[in-house]
C-alpha cells in the first residue's frame, strides 16, 4: 500500500523556470491538499480539494496553481518560480471527515536559483 | 484566519527528563493532532483529540485538549533518543476538511 506518492524528490529550478509537483493517492481519500514547510514556520497551506472538482486557495496561494486531475491526482503547479519559493513541498490526503488524519507524502525539496 | 502558537521552538534535553510542549490559540477547534516528523519524511499522525478537557496517552506521551478547546499539550516522560524529531500540533476548523499547524518544535534527546 503506497499510501501518498510525490514526483520528484528533488529539483532545481532557475528563476522563472515552470514545472509541476505531481501527487496520487491510492487510500480512496476525498480530501486532498499541499503544503509548503519552511524553516521555523511549520507547515503552510497553498490549495487544497476537499472533493474531486473543487480547489480552493489556502494560507499562501501565490504563485501557485493546482489542478484535482480525478480523485487520485492533486498537481501543484509554478509557472514562474522564484527564490521565495524555494521550500520543501508536502502533498497530504484525508478522508474529509471531522477529526481525520491528514497522510503526507515524503515531500519535494525545491530549490530556486 | 486561525493561528495556532507552539512552544518551545527547541528542546535539548538529556535521556530521562520529561518535557512538555504547548499549542495555545485564541481560536476554538473542533479537533486537535499531534504529527511527528522525522527528516525526510512527511509528518505522522500521533493522536486526535476531539473533546474538550480529553486526555489520551500514547504510551510515554500524554496528550491534553483544553476545555475550551483552544490549546493543547504534549507531555513526554522520560523521554529517549528515539523521542527526537519535530512535533507539530494542528488544529481543525469547525468545518473539517483543513487544518492549521503550528510551527512545530525540535526536540532533541541526548543519551
Known amino acids: 500500500n503506497a499510501g501518498v506518492t510525490q514526483t520528484p524528490k528533488f529539483q532545481v529550478l532557475k528563476t522563472g523556470q515552470s514545472m509541476t509537483l505531481q501527487c496520487a493517492q491510492d487510500?480512496?481519500?476525498?480530501?486532498m491538499y499541499w503544503y509548503r514547510q519552511d524553516p521555523g514556520m511549520g507547515l503552510r497551506l497553498i490549495y487544497y480539494s476537499a472533493s474531486e472538482g473543487t480547489t480552493d486557495k489556502g494560507e499562501v496561494p501565490n504563485g501557485y496553481n493546482v489542478s484535482r486531475l480525478n480523485k487520485r491526482e492533486f498537481s501543484l503547479r509554478l509557472e514562474s518560480a522564484a527564490p521565495s519559493q524555494t521550500s520543501v513541498y508536502f502533498c497530504?490526503?484525508?478522508?474529509?471527515?471531522?477529526?481525520?488524519?491528514?497522510?503526507f507524502g515524503n515531500g519535494t525539496r525545491l530549490t530556486v536559483t | 484566519t486561525q493561528l495556532l502558537e507552539q512552544s518551545p521552538q527547541f528542546l535539548s534535553i538529556q535521556e530521562g527528563e520529561n518535557l512538555t510542549v504547548y499549542c495555545n490559540s485564541s481560536?476554538?477547534?473542533?479537533?486537535l493532532q499531534w504529527y511527528r516528523q522525522e527528516p525526510g519524511e512527511g509528518p505522522v499522525l500521533l493522536v486526535t483529540?476531539?473533546?474538550?478537557?480529553e486526555v489520551k496517552k500514547l504510551k510515554r506521551l500524554t496528550f491534553q485538549f483544553g476545555d475550551a478547546r483552544k490549546d493543547s499539550s504534549l507531555h513526554i516522560t522520560a523521554a529517549q533518543p528515539g523521542d527526537t524529531g519535530l512535533y507539530l500540533c494542528a488544529g481543525e476548523g469547525e468545518y473539517g476538511n483543513k487544518l492549521v499547524f503550528g510551527a512545530g518544535t525540535i526536540l532533541r534527546v541526548k543519551s
Open positions: 497530504a490526503s484525508m478522508r474529509g471527515y471531522l477529526g481525520s488524519p491528514l497522510h
Open positions: 487510500m480512496n481519500h476525498n480530501s
Open positions: 481560536s476554538v477547534f473542533s479537533s
Open positions: 483529540v476531539v473533546t474538550g478537557g
